[in-house]
């Protein structure tokens, strides 16, 4: 593995911005991520991402709009996360609720954090099967306008 591992590893997270973070993730090729999105550092990395959704999303886009959404994170392990969309809030849980989501997005740690840095194309993973989705594509396919995603 090059370089940005220790840095990766070492960076303060919560002091990185969203642009900052686009940036980092766009220098990294599918492989350098998976290498780096292990153990503590991918709880980390996971953890702030998920933390960022409620400050990044943009209330006036997702009008009366009520919805959970379940993002299924892949790999070792499987990390589950909720957003719920209502009254103009988005709340995120840690965790499978009881809830029927309206959509569970399944993707691996690369595409994810593609996705979430702007540096993705969702329509391109999903139609190369790197992201699948369950129950309402249009909703899922229209996420990206619900969040304050930089572009790296």
Known sequence: ????????????????????????????????????????????????????MERQFRPESAGSLR???????????VVVYETTIADGTCTVTEGRSDAEPRATLTMGDAEFLKLVSGNGSPVTMFMTRKLKVAGDIGLASGLTRLFDIPKG
């Open 1 to 52: 593995m090059a370089e940005p591992t220790p840095d990766l590893a070492a960076l303060d997270l919560a002091s990185v911005t969203p642009r900052e973070f686009a940036a980092l993730v766009k220098g990294l090729s599918a492989k350098e991520i998976s290498g780096l999105m292990r153990g503590e550092l991918r709880t980390r990395v996971l953890a702030e991402v998920f933390g960022r």
């Open 67 to 77: 919805a959970v959404i379940r993002w299924e994170v892949t790999g070792d392990p």
